[in-house]
T-cell receptor, first 114, second 110 residues
Framework: DSGVTQTPKHLITATGQRVTLRCSPR?????VYWYQQSLDQGLQFLIQ???????AKGNILERFSAQQFPDLHSELNLSSLELGDSALYFC?????????????FGSGTRLTVV | GQQLNQSPQSMFIQEGEDVSMNCTSS?????WLWYKQEPGEGPVLLIA?????ELTSNGRLTAQFGITRKDSFLNISASIPSDVGIYFC??????????FGAGTRLTVKP
């Protein structure tokens, strides 16, 4: 157990729908990073939050948004879902706003859009 | 998009064989990381390299940070069935700029 908790583990939804993925960082970690992993692809960085504020943005679509709450958990919202959004979504957490060795991944949420 | 070229894409080896995989880029990175991902789990850090030329071992794993800072390799010696998984390289350039390779899928036959 990495200490980073992601829910749900699996999600199946229809095109056009909206879903919310949740991530609870490891205790003491202030940063949350979101990644998308498509089939046979590496991890694509989406967005980072640090202590409630957006810190860095990667290849995140406009249909996607995220936020980090005062208790430091984070949610990734995916709307107007398309078949191509089917992927594994990982979050990772670290103690500071910089990538460090303590950068730890959760087990991911597998999203299937049908 | 992806800026790290990781090869090979997949490997099928016999238990006991050594494995070598590498990652190259056209860009310079100041840190190289190697992760392993098992089915249903997130990537787990295996080795982190912080200086050009650095050679670091973690048990049967050895990784090196290329002297040009544009590449890195990972070797696994005397492979065992539990080495099965996807191995990812990652290069970090700035505080929050980290790129991942597409992964090497390793299958070990007993």
């Amino acid at each position: 157990d990495s200490g980073v908790t992601q829910t749900p583990k699996h999600l199946i939804t229809a095109t056009g729908q909206r879903v919310t993925l949740r991530c609870s960082p490891r205790s003491g970690d202030l940063s949350v990073y979101w990644y998308q992993q498509s089939l046979d692809q590496g991890l694509q960085f989406l967005i980072q939050y640090y202590n409630g504020e957006e810190r860095a943005k990667g290849n995140i679509l406009e249909r996607f948004s995220a936020q980090q709450f005062p208790d430091l958990h984070s949610e990734l919202n995916l709307s107007s879902l398309e078949l191509g959004d089917s992927a594994l979504y990982f979050c990772a957490s670290s103690v500071s706003d910089r990538l460090t060795r303590s950068y730890t991944f959760g087990s991911g949420t597998r999203l299937t859009v049908v | 998009g992806q800026q790290l070229n990781q090869s090979p894409q997949s490997m099928f080896i016999q238990e006991g064989e050594d494995v070598s995989m590498n990652c190259t880029s056209s860009s310079i990175f100041n840190t190289w990381l190697w992760y392993k991902q098992e089915p249903g789990e997130g990537p787990v850090l295996l080795i982190a390299l912080y200086k050009a030329g650095e050679l670091t071992s973690n048990g049967r794993l050895t990784a090196q940070f290329g002297i040009t800072r544009k590449d890195s390799f990972l070797n696994i010696s005397a492979s065992i069935p539990s080495d099965v998984g996807i191995y990812f390289c990652a290069g970090r350039r700035g505080n929050n700029d980290m790129r991942f390779g597409a992964g090497t899928r390793l299958t070990v036959k007993p």
